[in-house]
């Protein structure tokens, strides 16, 4: 009766059988990569401003959900002893490292003009989505541990 009590408690947070930190990852992943692909439509049409504007708001939209995310993670990787295994922490690590990237990025994309993408601005969108494709890669590994 009592392993049936710690199993439950060491569960991650989920509506409906569905952990929440699982359904929220997929939105950063997407838009930091939209973000990547909307920088290099910016850089290859000379200028257009439209496509600036798109890197902002996806890069707004991932690190709003992120943030969540990052959340709903801290509080799984707290209640949980089997999370912090190493690919545990390399997943939050990766992850975290993402946010705050793409946090300094999108303060680059506030910037009018060129100097927004280019060179800063376009290298941290791909360091960036470099490191959220890790953190998604290593998810698996991290939390199928949990349940």
Same mark, same amino acid.
Request: charged letters at 10%; glycine letters at 6%.
């Given at each position: 009766?009592?392993?049936?009590?710690?199993?439950?408690?060491?569960? #991650?947070?989920?509506?409906?059988?569905? %952990?929440?930190?699982?359904?929220? =990852? #997929?939105? #950063? $992943?997407?838009?930091?990569?939209?973000?990547? &692909?909307?920088?290099?439509?910016? $850089?290859?049409?000379?200028?257009? /401003?439209?496509?600036? +504007?798109?890197?902002?708001?996806?890069? =707004?939209?991932? !690190? /709003?959900?992120?943030?969540?995310?990052? !959340?709903?993670?801290?509080?799984?990787?707290?209640?949980? %002893? /089997?999370?912090? +295994?190493?690919?545990?922490?390399?997943?939050?690590?990766?992850?975290?490292? +993402?946010?705050? $990237?793409? =946090?300094?990025?999108?303060?680059?994309?506030?910037?009018?003009?060129?100097?927004?993408?280019? #060179?800063?601005?376009?290298?941290?969108?791909?360091?960036?989505? &470099? =490191?959220?494709? $890790?953190?998604?890669?290593?998810?698996? %590994?991290?939390?199928?541990?949990?349940?």
């Amino acid at each position: 009766m009592a392993e049936a009590t710690d199993v439950r408690r060491s569960a #991650p947070i989920a509506i409906l059988a569905h %952990p929440i930190y699982s359904i929220l =990852l #997929p939105v #950063p $992943v997407v838009a930091f990569l939209g973000a990547l &692909i909307t920088d290099l439509a910016y $850089v290859k049409s000379g200028g257009n /401003l439209i496509w600036l +504007a798109f890197s902002s708001w996806l890069l =707004l939209a991932g !690190l /709003l959900v992120g943030a969540i995310a990052a !959340l709903v993670l801290l509080v799984d990787f707290l209640r949980s %002893p /089997l999370i912090r +295994a190493p690919a545990g922490w390399a997943h939050l690590v990766f992850f975290y490292a +993402a946010l705050l $990237v793409e =946090l300094v990025n999108i303060f680059i994309h506030e910037r009018d003009g060129w100097t927004a993408v280019v #060179p800063v601005g376009m290298t941290l969108s791909i360091v960036g989505a &470099i =490191l959220i494709l $890790v953190a998604a890669w290593l998810r698996r %590994p991290a939390l199928e541990v949990v349940r």
